[in-house]
């Protein structure tokens, strides 16, 4: 099977543009949820959607925001970029719903936002 | 809130043993472990539930104390494959169902 493919791979993009990342997950998961993965912060949870809803969200502004569609595939779009923005965002895709899932990570979108 | 990992970093020899650890101050669901390289993504290790059930790989051992809200993960007879971050994320009852995770154990196994 192949694994959770995110495109793009880079990005560089300027303060106040906005930016849509993808994400395929896994054939046959329903699951996405994407992290931020900062050297201060860690891996921080965004949100997660199962079967095209939002099922849980975490604490990032507005500007953060996605949606999945009916083939699992996810986008996360951040509007008016900041420089604190720049990061490695990871998507994960799992069978299931929620955090009791294993969850298969892709290998991130970098952005930097200048 | 994050789990606090324990410790930062660790270098070992190869064939020494390691035990990586995770605690929070919340009532668990579950505690994830994942390991990820240098330019990697995290790949899963295991998964540990409230109630005692596991989830992972034979080769990895981990515990969870219920009541501490405390996991460790051990690494037995290390080898050079076994160096990267490790993170464990953790479900938190008062969160509801998303992994919040830890800041990370970086593990470099020398030869």
């Known amino acids: 099977k192949a694994g959770v493919t995110q495109t793009p791979r880079y990005l560089i993009k300027t303060r106040g543009q906005q930016v849509t990342l993808s994400c395929s997950p896994i054939?046959?998961?329903?699951?996405v949820s994407w992290y931020q993965q900062t050297p201060g912060q860690g891996l921080q949870f965004l949100f997660e959607?199962?079967?095209?809803?939002?099922?849980n969200k975490g604490n990032f502004p507005g500007r953060f925001s996605g949606r999945q569609f009916s083939n699992s595939r996810s986008e996360m779009n951040v509007s008016t970029l900041e420089l604190g923005d720049s990061a490695l965002y990871l998507c994960?895709?799992?069978?299931?719903?929620?955090?009791?899932?294993?969850?298969?990570f892709g290998p991130g979108t970098r952005l930097t936002v200048l | 809130q994050q789990p606090v990992q324990s410790p930062q970093a660790v270098i070992l020899r190869e064939g020494e043993d390691a035990v990586i650890n995770c605690s929070s101050s919340k009532a668990l669901y579950s505690v994830h472990w994942y390991r990820q390289k240098h330019g990697e993504a995290p790949v899963f290790l295991m998964i540990l539930l409230k109630g005692g059930e596991q989830k992972g790989h034979e080769k990895i051992s981990a515990s969870f104390n219920e009541k501490k809200q405390q996991s460790s993960l051990y690494l037995t007879a290390s080898q050079l494959s076994y160096s990267g971050t490790y993170f464990c994320g953790t479900e938190v009852m008062e969160y509801g169902n998303k992994l919040v995770f830890g800041a990370g154990t970086i593990l470099r196994v020398k030869s």
């Open positions: 054939s046959g998961h329903r699951s």
């Open positions: 994960a895709s799992s069978l299931g719903q929620g955090a009791r899932n294993e969850q298969f």
């Open positions: 959607y199962f079967s095209e809803t939002q099922r």
